[in-house]
């Protein structure tokens, strides 16, 4: 399944995979998006699958975003891993 990325009240709603296949053009679509916009927020709710590459794509967008003085917000329940991935950098 794609990604689809719908903008509703301001949020951007991430529908499919954020997988491998779809990472590249989703981590160039929201560098333009966080160079324009100061404050991004992503719902993951209905993000199905979301791999080791798709985790660090939203880690590089928040980088991105932290160098430009900038926010990019992860905000929905959507998909376990990446709340796990998460939990073990902090934990380190």
């Known amino acids: 399944m794609a990604l ?4 509703q009240n301001g949020i951007f709603q991430l529908q499919g995979n954020l ?3 779809t990472t590249r053009s989703f981590i160039i679509h929201f560098e333009h998006i966080i160079n324009k916009v100061k404050n991004v927020t992503v719902d993951i709710d209905r993000v199905h699958i979301i791999d080791a590459s798709g985790v ?3 880690k590089t ?3 991105i975003a ?3 003085n900038n926010i990019f917000s992860v905000v929905g329940y959507g998909c376990k891993d990446i709340y796990d991935d998460y939990r073990s950098v902090c934990a380190k």
């Open 4 to 7: 689809q990325i719908l903008k």
């Open 19 to 21: 997988t491998t296949a």
């Open 56 to 58: 660090a794509a939203l």
């Open 61 to 63: 967008l928040i980088a």
């Open 66 to 68: 932290l160098r430009s």
